[in-house]
């Protein structure tokens, strides 16, 4: 069992930078990779960054490539996700993910979710 609790959201001027964190509970965190979806009103849950749990292999959605940077402690059992240069395209909430390795990251991969996090990028 793995519980996800988001935070670091908020409201950001187009260009700047927000950082969000998530805080996994269970013996099991390292055994997934652990990613970010997001989802906008109206709009399906899309993959956003994900982590191998060695930390050593990233994956990013091709409109957050150069922008946002994934980072996992498996020490403290947190994943964060830095993101910079924001765009009001990235107004939506994001949630933390935590998925079974050695499959397709889509939202069927899932195991776990957190309750999510707002991030709203003004013009």
């Known amino acids: 069992q793995v519980q996800l609790v988001e935070s670091g959201g908020g409201l950001v001027q187009a260009g700047g930078s927000l950082r969000l964190s998530c805080a996994a509970s269970?013996?099991?965190?390292?055994?997934?990779?652990m990613g970010w979806f997001r989802q906008a009103p109206g709009k399906e849950r899309d993959f956003v960054a994900g982590?191998?749990?060695?930390?050593?292999?990233?994956y990013y959605a091709d409109s957050v490539k150069g922008r946002f940077t994934i980072s996992r402690d498996n020490a403290k059992n947190t994943v964060s996700l830095q993101m910079n240069s924001l765009e009001p395209e990235d107004t939506a909430f994001y949630y933390c993910?935590?998925?079974?390795?050695?499959?397709?990251?889509?939202?069927?991969?899932?195991?776990?979710w957190g309750q999510g996090t707002q991030v709203t990028v003004s013009s």
């Open positions: 993910a935590a998925l079974r390795l050695f499959q397709p990251i889509t939202l069927q991969a899932v195991d776990y």
């Open positions: 269970g013996r099991t965190f390292s055994r997934y990779l």
């Open positions: 982590i191998m749990w060695t930390g050593d292999m990233t």
